[in-house]
């Protein structure tokens, strides 16, 4: 009879613990979407050493936190000068062709639809070889940078 009562308590202090965790707490996120033709998002210049008309549209987080994600736009015909991130990139191709050549591996042609994994500090060129604009989507895990070789 103790046992249980002991058993009792105990299960509810560990609820009522979790119950005023912050974590649980916190209000819910909502879930959204964004399309890359969306008028409502915010297109912003990329770093310097890419070409001028690249932008960048945050679609979820903080850029300079963990865990953000954004769409890449290059211009058709245009190319990303050798970089590498901090973070590793999990990209979908939205739209356009896009060549990425990855240092020390056969480059790849990505197609609307196309995955392609980057692994972080690996240095890369990325071209859109489309007439139309090439826009990438890319999760990185570590805060956004692009940091030019100079190669």
């Avoid at 890359?36 to 912003?44: I, M, P, S």
């Avoid at 290059?74 to 970089?83: E, F, V």
């Avoid at 973070?87 to 790849?108: F, K, N, T």
Wanted: glycine share 6%; with cysteine.
């Amino acid at each position: 009879m103790i046992s249980s009562y002991i058993y009792r308590i105990t299960f509810i202090t560990v609820i009522l613990v979790l119950l005023v965790h912050p974590g649980f707490s916190q209000e819910k996120q909502k879930a959204f979407i964004w399309n890359a033709g969306d008028n409502a998002l915010e297109w912003h210049h990329c770093p310097e050493f890419m070409p001028d008309d690249c932008r960048l549209a945050v679609l979820q987080g903080n850029p300079e936190e963990r865990n953000a994600d954004i769409f890449f736009k290059l211009q058709g015909g245009t190319t990303a000068p050798h970089h590498w991130h901090t973070s590793a990139e999990r990209m979908v191709l939205i739209s356009g062709e896009l060549h990425i050549d990855y240092d020390g591996q056969d480059p790849v042609f990505m197609r609307p639809g196309t995955y392609a994994y980057g692994p972080a500090k690996l240095p890369h060129i990325a071209s859109c070889v489309s007439d139309e604009p090439c826009i990438l989507f890319i999760a990185f895990e570590e805060p956004i940078d692009a940091i030019p070789t100079g190669d």
